[in-house]
């Protein structure tokens, strides 16, 4: 996985923008999650390779949640567990940036068109969404909460950052679209959102 240096400008210009998102908002956030936003998911994702780093057989990105999850089933590990933590947390980390940051990329989503139905098993239910950021949200929420559980026990900081992310998703989706708000001034910004909106 590609990462960007922590003293790199793009790094500062997150750290700025993550700032003034949580001044500005009534969402406040522990230092823990802002650091995650910002190195765990905003950093990351700069690189495409890590935002489409699960493929198919044929070496082609995926780009929808079911079919990340169908893959990410087949990737090769000696430790299941730890396939299931960093699958999930992926999957909880794409959906929060393309839900904050890029909602408009999920007008590609229409029901019956591709593997993302906007179906989602909640307990022993089958629950359709109408809207594809719902979707994108409970996905993520769920993915979160499942991160979580594994470090019930094991890792005390990383089960609450996990609970958190989970519990007040929606909240934290709320919380990309101001950062975005803040980084729409940035060329590079631009640059990603062509990529990933075109």
């Known amino acids: 996985m590609k990462r960007i240096p922590r003293d790199h400008p793009l790094i500062k210009l997150f750290r700025w923008a993550i700032d003034r998102a949580v001044y500005t908002s009534s969402t406040q956030c522990s230092t823990d999650v802002e650091s995650y936003l910002c190195d765990e998911v905003l950093a990351k994702f700069v690189h495409i390779d890590n935002l489409y780093m699960i493929r198919d057989s044929a070496g ?3 780009t929808e949640i079911a079919e ?3 893959e990410g089933e087949r990737i090769p590990s000696s430790d299941p567990t730890l396939r299931e933590i960093m699958l999930h947390q ?3 980390d794409y959906a929060l940036f393309i839900a904050g940051l890029f909602p408009e ?3 590609r989503i229409r029901r019956g068109a591709n593997r993302d139905y906007l ?3 909640l307990d022993s239910i089958v629950v359709p969404f109408e809207s ?3 979707y994108y949200i409970e996905r993520g929420r769920s993915s ?4 979580s559980k594994f470090y019930v026990g094991l890792d005390g900081r990383k089960f609450m950052l996990f609970s958190d992310l989970s519990s007040r998703f929606r909240s934290y989706v709320q919380l990309m679209s101001l950062i975005r708000f803040y980084l729409e001034s940035s060329p590079r910004f631009q640059e990603i959102r062509r990529i ?3």
């Open 105 to 107: 990329s999920l007008k």
């Open 119 to 121: 179906l989602m098993t």
């Open 68 to 70: 990340m999850l169908m």
């Open 132 to 134: 594809p950021l719902d």
């Open 90 to 92: 992926y999957i909880g």
């Open 60 to 62: 082609r990105k995926v």
């Open 144 to 147: 979160y909460g499942k991160v």
């Open 196 to 198: 990933i909106t075109g």
